[in-house]
């Protein structure tokens, strides 16, 4: 039964109340009245549904829902004036796929969101509108493209990939099984999306297998985030990629690599980062390759449950790897028992101080060993290089190094003129360090630059002299001599009774030592032309602040 409008009841009600002086309201017609009343009641809220394939100005009695097929043409659907309809809401809808237009206009000055005009593209676009009782119709509730991005392509399915457009991020719904299916990055780069790296991942068990790969001529940029891997099949990899051009960048944000046989190989890329990864099980070696412009960091990131018979480096230089930044991680990494945490040599890093492992935790099989010379096979924390600071599981890098006499020798002085300290000297525990001539000391590496100098000693000479100490540096970036601020410090020689008349010193302060720039002592008699000597054991210590 169709159920009666608003406006219908109305006018029925008028029709009973003029009809009633003559006496025409019986107890039949009051129960059509009043079943119609109630069958209206009860389907409040259920509305009749117009189709319409051609233009129309909208009714609110007739049109409230309207489903516009523009097959056959171009439909605009004209909605009333907003003023009078105070409170009513049109449902529309476009229902066909076509190149016909379906388009959405208004009356008078009235707008829709302060426009004219709303277009109904695509299949299954719909609006629904509230007057005001003004001069605007409002959006209240919205399905049509403009709530989706076309920039996005949602993947169920393999096959979804495509070719891949690299004006598109991919966005990966759900675990997605890549057998038989690798993804050739372009040159223009990819944007892989997920949810999480539970709820969204990429996996396969395909032996002889990579997932991503370069064309002739190299990929572009590379962005994922919220997604987790799984390439187990046997010599398979993750990664077999090379960068087009030497100046791209491949960034991962919560990626989870689960299981893998081996991440793969990353070529020529500028620039690495991965933030809130994770390694899980497997075999995940990942290997750098080619001439790195910048470099890599990883940060905060996770490693456990790795295969017991890895024996490759979790990270390795591959063919003519050189990396001119650095190579920077605070990594969590637990290793099995014979695979080593990076196979890198000192040559692999153009600059010093660029392998940079900073508050990082390696175990083996649970257990903190730095003594551990597999973790490291190739590279060591004293090596230029290497820049290791507060980690835990390995040896870290103590930037300086000391210098002290072992032979004393007298240093001819003529009086207020400062000379180099003469005698033997010999340099130890260098670290970034060494010593180019006999008493110096020489920054070799970049960072750090700023350096404590302690030094400590014992000064023989003629009683009564006034003898000063005190540090240079040359500068070697101008070739120039320079003192080192508060390091000055004067003494008398004192007369001593059954040994030789001495004075003690001890020197501390803070020198700038950039790279190459070298240290050392000098000594000024400021009373006389009498020589003065150092004595053996004393020393200067050169530290990193």
């Not at 719904?173 to 539970?198: A, H, K, Q």
Request: hydrophobic residues 35%.
């Amino acid at each position: 039964m169709a159920f009666k409008t608003e406006v219908e009841l109305d006018a029925e009600v008028a029709s009973l109340l003029a009809d009633n002086s003559s006496g025409d309201i019986t107890e039949a017609v009051m129960r059509t009245f009043v079943t119609d009343l109630k069958d209206s009641v009860t389907n409040m809220g259920t509305h009749n549904i117009t189709a319409t394939t051609v233009s129309k100005t909208l009714a609110i009695d007739t049109d409230a829902y309207t489903m516009a097929d523009p097959t056959g043409g171009d439909i605009d659907l004209t909605l009333p004036d907003a003023t009078t309809n105070t409170g009513k809401i049109f449902v529309l809808k476009r229902v066909a796929t076509v190149g016909n237009a379906v388009c959405i206009l208004t009356t008078g000055s009235d707008t829709i969101d302060g426009a004219s005009t709303f277009p109904l593209e695509d299949t299954n676009d719909a609006l629904v509108l509230l007057s005001d009782g003004g001069t605007d119709w409002h959006i209240i509730g919205e399905s049509t493209k403009r709530d989706h991005y076309d920039s996005i392509v949602i993947v169920k399915e393999s096959a979804d990939f495509g070719v891949i457009d690299s004006t598109k991020s991919y966005f990966i719904d759900g675990i997605i099984d890549m057998t038989g299916v690798s993804i050739e990055i372009p040159t223009g780069g990819i944007s892989v999306v997920g949810t999480t790296f539970g709820t969204s991942q990429l996996v396969c068990s395909d032996a002889s297998y990579d997932m991503f790969t370069s064309p002739v001529g190299g990929s572009g940029n590379i962005f994922m985030r919220d997604l987790g891997i799984q390439v187990d099949g046997t010599t398979s990899q993750v990664w077999n990629i090379v960068s087009n051009d030497g100046s791209d960048a491949f960034e991962f944000n919560r990626v989870s690599y689960n299981s893998c046989t081996k991440i793969g190989i990353i070529n020529g890329y500028s620039q690495g980062v991965e933030l809130d990864t994770g390694r899980f099980g497997g075999t995940p070696t990942m290997e750098l390759a080619g001439t790195w412009a910048g470099g890599f960091r990883i940060t905060t990131s996770l490693v456990r449950g790795l295969d017991a018979g890895m024996t490759d480096a979790l990270f390795k230089a591959g063919a003519g790897f050189t990396m001119a930044s650095r190579f920077l991680t605070d990594i969590n990494c637990d290793l099995p028992a014979l695979a080593p945490f990076a196979d890198f040599a000192p040559s692999n890093f153009v600059n010093p101080s660029k392998f940079q492992l900073r508050n990082i935790l390696l175990s083996r099989d649970g257990v903190i060993n730095p003594m551990d010379s597999n973790l490291l096979p190739n590279i060591t924390p004293t090596d230029i290089a290497s820049s290791f600071i507060d980690s835990e599981g390995i040896q870290n890098t103590f930037v300086g190094g000391r210098d002290s006499i072992t032979t004393s020798a007298n240093t001819p002085l003529t009086v207020s003129t400062w000379t180099p300290v003469l005698g033997t000297f010999t340099a130890s525990d260098l670290q970034h360090f060494d010593s180019p001539s006999n008493g110096q000391l020489r920054h070799l590496g970049s960072t750090p630059r700023d350096f404590r100098v302690s030094s400590s000693g014992v000064i023989a000479g003629t009683a009564g002299d006034e003898i000063s100490i005190k540090f240079v540096v040359w500068d070697d970036s101008v070739s120039t001599f320079s003192d080192v601020p508060n390091s000055e410090q004067t003494r008398f020689i004192q007369n001593s009774h059954g040994s030789a008349d001495a004075a003690y010193f001890t020197i501390i302060c803070h020198a700038i030592l950039d790279q190459n720039d070298y240290m050392r002592m000098e000594i000024k008699n400021s009373t006389s032309n009498d020589d003065a000597e150092v004595e053996a054991s004393s020393f200067f210590l050169v530290e990193a602040r």
